[in-house]
């Protein structure tokens, strides 16, 4: 179904309007709020740092997008552990599962940097930062995953018995098809959170974007010329997230 | 079919919904379950389609033995077709896709001849124009229709049947009771839970009248309905044909 054919819905130019009132807005209280204390803009010095904020940019990107990749696997080797029947597996994702979840990403990092690589030799400090972003947002995706799961009913499941499927093939002809939509709005969500909590890696020294930002506030003494574009570089990653999220949950609105 | 158990039982925490069945019907086509809800008929009906094991006692169809463990259980299930109340199409799935999954991935036939046969069966039960549509776009009649063409498409030992029609309205039910009463008359064995008596009376050729877990009166349905021996089935018949 169309979104004009709907009568509540406002006609373009109000919308347009109406974004650009309440843009104004809030520029209007920032432009006021940085006008009264007199602050004295300098990007010169900053302009010089540019190919440093982008090269941070892209080992951001990167991080990221690999970070990204591997929390989802390990999500959903979580969610499929807590549905096991062993109990000591299922036990060891829900302690797993509670205390990434309980704990502040820091302290994982600090843990995993200092201890936990070192124990097992990973030298490489990017990779020790990839694997720890991993298990800190994995465990959250898990969640997620667990109950899109759930959410396919239990007459679904003895429809996929009944017929002969093995469990194997009920999770992917017949759960995993239909869990999908209840998981990837929450998911996508996870991602934008995953791409800002990369920027806690600059404490163990990754020269990722938001540590490029504090080593050019540190060079040219400039604090808000360094950080504005650190906002707005995070921004480009995750609008667009949050805009195919709201777009996904539209979609399932109508659909069902 | 020859039907056999002996001794079945299931219990669900303290309640114990199958006490202690004994049946033995050496020739059955149309086998019917009536009484009152929680009387144990659904279990017994999830109990022959292999999807609840009982705690004791054994079945046997034609002389083969109802199996235990897992994975002979699953391939028995693949050689049966259930269908429950409601809910039993794979929503994310056309007719024919649902039709075709157990084809090609249980009983592994080829694409091609799966598709060939699913087609085929619809079009056999005037389903075919409904090939290409989600199950959400279906009536809950044609829902139930294709559920069974997708139980018949395997070509099962026996069908079964929960309770097929309690989710639809009288005309559904029509239309539904009609496919099962042609399935029939091909000489299709099957086990049928129904509240329907008026169908069970022409279709059955044994009824059985199961309270508290047991089966109180099992005999063809001229007798049942007219002459019913226990006092509960008598009462429970009197009450649900009143109206």
């Known amino acids: 179904m169309p979104a004009s054919s709907n009568p509540s819905t406002p006609a373009l130019w109000q919308r347009v309007a109406s974004l650009l009132l309440a843009f104004a807005l809030i520029a209007g209280l920032f432009t006021f709020a940085f006008s009264t204390v007199g602050y004295r803009w300098n990007w010169s010095g900053v302009w010089v740092y540019r190919a440093l904020f982008l090269k941070g940019w892209l080992v951001t990107l990167l991080l990221s997008a690999i970070s990204l990749v591997a929390s989802c696997l390990i999500g959903l080797v979580l969610a499929l552990l807590r549905r096991a029947r062993f109990l000591p597996l299922k036990y060891l994702a829900r302690i797993y599962i509670e205390t990434i979840r309980g704990t502040p990403l820091l302290v994982q990092?600090?843990?995993f940097y200092y201890v936990v690589a070192h124990s097992f030799a990973i030298e490489n400090r990017y990779v020790v930062g990839v694997l720890t972003l991993s298990v800190f947002s994995g465990a959250y995706i898990s969640e997620v995953i667990r109950s899109g799961i759930e959410s396919v009913g239990q007459s679904q499941l003895d429809s996929a018995r009944a017929i002969g499927l093995t469990t194997r093939q009920t999770y992917r002809y017949v759960i995993f098809p239909q869990a999908i939509r209840q998981i990837l709005p929450p998911l996508a969500g996870q991602f934008a959170s995953l791409i800002k909590d990369s920027s806690l890696l600059s404490i163990i020294g990754i020269n990722e974007f938001a540590l490029s930002a504090q080593n050019v506030s540190s060079y040219t003494y400039s604090n808000f010329e360094s950080y504005l574009p650190l906002a707005v570089g995070y921004l480009v990653l995750t609008l667009p997230i949050s805009l195919w999220t709201?777009?996904?949950?539209?979609?399932?609105?109508?659909?069902? | 079919m020859r039907l056999e158990l002996s001794g079945i039982t299931k219990t669900f925490g303290s309640h114990r919904v199958i006490d202690d069945i004994s049946l033995d019907l050496p020739d059955v086509?149309?086998?019917v379950l009536i009484g009152p809800s929680g009387g144990g008929k659904s279990t017994l009906l999830?109990?022959?389609?292999?999807?609840?094991?009982?705690e004791a006692g054994r079945i046997a169809i034609d002389g083969s033995e109802l199996p235990r463990d897992d994975e002979p259980l699953r391939q028995y299930r693949s050689g049966i077709g259930t269908v429950f109340q409601a809910y039993n199409l794979f929503p994310h799935l056309t007719a024919l896709e649902n039709i075709m999954l157990p084809l090609e991935k249980v009983h592994r036939l080829p694409r091609d001849?799966?598709?060939?046969?699913?087609i085929e069966t619809l079009r056999r039960f005037q389903l075919e124009p409904h090939a290409h549509k989600k199950p959400a776009q279906l009536s809950g009649g044609q829902k139930q229709r294709v559920a069974i063409t997708r139980a018949v498409a395997i070509k099962p030992r026996i069908l079964l049947f929960d309770e097929p029609t309690s989710a639809?309205?009288?005309?559904?039910?029509?239309?539904?009771?009609?496919m099962i009463e042609e399935l029939k008359r091909e000489g299709r064995d099957l086990v049928l839970v129904t509240h329907e008596m008026a169908f069970a009376r022409v279709a059955a050729d044994q009824v059985a009248f199961l309270d508290n877990g047991k089966i109180l009166e099992?005999?063809?349905?001229?007798?049942?309905?007219?002459?019913?021996r226990s006092e509960s089935c008598r009462r429970f018949l009197g009450r649900i044909l009143r109206y």
């Open chain 1, 109 to 111: 990092l600090l843990i």
């Open chain 1, 246 to 256: 709201q777009s996904l949950e539209q979609r399932n609105r109508f659909e069902t």
């Open chain 2, 29 to 31: 086509h149309a086998f």
């Open chain 2, 46 to 54: 999830r109990i022959l389609a292999g999807l609840e094991r009982a």
């Open chain 2, 113 to 118: 001849e799966a598709r060939a046969r699913a």
């Open chain 2, 168 to 178: 639809l309205d009288p005309e559904m039910t029509a239309e539904v009771l009609e």
């Open chain 2, 218 to 228: 099992c005999s063809p349905p001229g007798q049942i309905f007219t002459a019913a």
